[in-house]
């Protein structure tokens, strides 16, 4: 597509329960990489994917955070029994060579 | 995980006003960014810098990556309504596909 597509934009999830975010990167983009931004934050980097090489787990907060990218393309980041300081807004970004296009982001809120 | 400093973490300033906001770091880093992010949105690149030393113009916007790679600055000259939002330094290791470290953040408002 034209630019990087997250969703859902929103999600308002119960403590405990688990939330899956979705990430489609542009196209042909080989590099995908997921962040957190929470409230007045900076962007914490989480994961990064690269073609077909492992990806660089190295900015998962716990083991309760996971993602994979599937055939090189579409990328989910998965939360299970989210906690309340999970709540953050959630991008995703790709880039071909230099410079990242970041999506709009999912605001996950733990309640 | 890791960020960069980065000041001041908000400006309140009149329209046509100069603002300068600057980043550093106890790493080094090969590659500075800057980023701007208007509400709802993701980060859209502003300037690249390369090299230490080089100074770099985008319209009003200047940047410069510090002599020691340790740090850099954003200037932007006249600002205007549209200007305002939350700027974002980023430094990377080297260039290429590689993570981000985001500096804090700094919100600028205009004051009409």
């Known amino acids: 597509g034209a630019g990087v597509s997250q969703s859902p934009s929103n999600k308002v999830t119960e403590k405990g329960k688990d939330v899956e975010l979705r990430c489609d990167p542009i196209?042909?983009?080989?590099?995908l990489y997921w962040y957190r931004q929470s409230l007045g934050q900076g962007l914490e980097f989480l994961i990064y994917?690269?073609?077909?090489?492992?990806?660089?787990k190295s900015g998962l907060p716990s083991d309760r955070f996971s993602a994979e990218r599937t055939g090189g393309s579409v990328s989910t980041l998965t939360i299970q029994r989210t906690q309340q300081e999970d709540s953050a807004v959630y991008l995703c970004?790709?880039?071909?060579?230099?410079?990242?296009?970041f999506g709009s982001g999912t605001r996950l809120t733990v309640v | 995980g890791q960020q960069l400093n980065q000041s001041p973490q908000s400006m309140f300033i009149q329209e046509g006003e100069d603002v300068s906001m600057n980043c550093t770091s106890s790493?080094?880093?090969?590659?500075w960014l800057w980023y701007k992010q208007d509400p709802g949105e993701g980060p859209v690149l502003l300037i690249a810098?390369?090299?230490?030393?080089e100074l770099t113009s985008n319209g009003r916007l200047t940047a410069q990556f510090g002599i020691t790679r340790k740090d850099s600055f954003l200037n932007i000259s006249a600002s205007i309504p549209s200007d305002v939002g939350i700027y974002f330094c980023?430094?990377?290791?080297?260039?290429?596909?590689?993570?981000?470290?985001f500096g804090t953040g700094t919100r600028l408002t205009i004051i009409p």
């Open positions: 970004a790709s880039s071909l060579t230099m410079g990242y296009t």
């Open positions: 196209s042909g983009h080989t590099a």
């Open positions: 994917f690269q073609g077909n090489s492992a990806p660089d």
């Open positions: 790493s080094i880093f090969n590659t």
């Open positions: 810098l390369y090299k230490a030393g």
């Open positions: 980023a430094g990377q290791l080297s260039i290429g596909n590689e993570k981000l470290t």
